[in-house]
Nanobody, 120 residues
């Protein structure tokens, strides 16, 4: 089993910043791609950004230039630095990871979600 635990959400004013963290734990041999998704009320699940094990990154157009994804492979942790936040960034943010377990199984894991609210 692979577990993801997120932290760092909260309430911030427009133009502010937040940093989300997500740590993977459990029976892990290697974590490959890690990603952040978000879902706002009434909207579909949206990929925000992902980062490969080699640190190649990709971002949704709506967050390019404002968000930055990074990872610490030694800690199996992924981060999402969110700057210049807008009200439309308000959503529940979910961490996602593709991993290989110590038993050789491919695992897709999800975090429990963390609320980000951008409001004055």
């Amino acid at each position: 089993q692979v577990q993801l635990v997120e932290s760092g959400g909260g309430l911030v004013q427009p133009g502010g910043s937040l940093r989300l963290s997500c740590a993977a734990s459990g029976s892990i041999a290697v974590v490959t791609t890690m990603a952040w998704y978000r879902q706002a009320p009434g909207n579909q699940h949206q990929l925000v950004a992902f980062i490969t094990s080699g640190c190649t990154t990709n971002y949704a157009d709506s967050v390019k230039g404002r968000f930055s994804i990074s990872r610490d492979n030694a800690k199996n942790t992924v981060y999402l630095q969110m700057n210049s936040l807008k009200p439309e960034d308000t959503a529940v943010y979910y961490c996602n990871a593709d991993a290989l377990s110590q038993t050789g199984k491919t695992v897709v894991a999800w975090g429990q979600g963390t609320q980000v609210t951008v409001s004055s």
